[in-house]
Each structure stands twice: as structure tokens, then as C-alpha cells.
């Protein structure tokens, strides 16, 4: 059974950074695509990154060039480094897994989500 465990969020002021870790296991499968999402208050939730088994990377327009999403196979744990933060970068952020297809824009870009792990910009 896939299993996400989140973990690096906290607090941090504006232009600051934070290292978000995931924990994966339960694979299936040796190809894979997974990334990391979030969701604002009172927003919907959107993808923000994904990396698949081959390494190939995407980001949402709004963490281009701030964000890097990276995975170390030998520790099953997927990264999301967050630089130059924002207030608006303020959610609960989730590891996700099984990209859907339908983009990171979508609520739906991922079939599995994690606990999520709170991130506070403050300004």
C-alpha cells in the first residue's frame, strides 16, 4: 500500500526558505511520476511540482525558478526545496503521487496525496 509521510514545514519570513521531505513506500512500480501539491485557505488545491522515475521535472508558473523538486532513489525520499518564499506561498503542502494527466493546475493533478505539512510565509 502507497504510503506519503511529509515532513520540513514550519514557519518562515518572506524571502526565506524550506526543505519539504517526503517518505515514500509502497511503490508498485519502477516507473512513477509524483510531486508535491498545496492548498491555500479558501483556495482549491493545484499542483505545484512533479518528477517522474527518469528524473524529468515540471513546475506551476508560480514556483518556476524558486522551487526544486528532487528525489534520492537509495533513501525512497523526494524533495521539495523552496527558496525566495512567499506570503502567497503560505498552504498545506502534500506529497503526492500517481500524476493524473490533467496538469498541475488541476485539483486533481495527482490520484494519491499525503498527510500535508504546514508552510506559514509570514511578511
Known amino acids: 500500500q502507497l504510503r506519503l509521510v511529509e515532513s520540513g514545514g514550519g514557519v518562515v519570513q518572506s524571502g526565506g526558505s524550506l526543505r519539504l521531505s517526503c517518505e515514500v513506500s509502497?511503490?508498485?512500480?519502477?516507473?512513477?511520476?509524483m510531486g508535491w501539491g498545496r492548498q491555500a485557505p479558501g483556495k482549491e488545491r493545484e499542483g505545484v511540482a512533479a518528477?517522474?522515475?527518469?528524473?524529468?521535472?515540471s513546475y506551476t508558473d508560480s514556483v518556476k525558478g524558486r522551487f526544486t523538486i528532487s528525489q534520492d532513489k537509495s533513501k525512497n525520499t523526494m524533495y521539495l526545496q523552496m527558496n525566495s518564499l512567499k506570503p502567497e506561498d503560505t498552504a498545506m503542502y502534500y506529497c503526492a503521487a500517481d500524476c493524473s494527466g490533467y496538469g498541475l493546475e488541476s485539483s486533481e493533478a495527482f490520484g494519491s496525496w499525503g498527510q500535508g505539512a504546514q508552510v506559514t510565509v509570514s511578511s
Open positions: 518528477i517522474d522515475s527518469d528524473g524529468r521535472t
Open positions: 509502497g511503490l508498485m512500480s519502477s516507473s512513477y511520476c
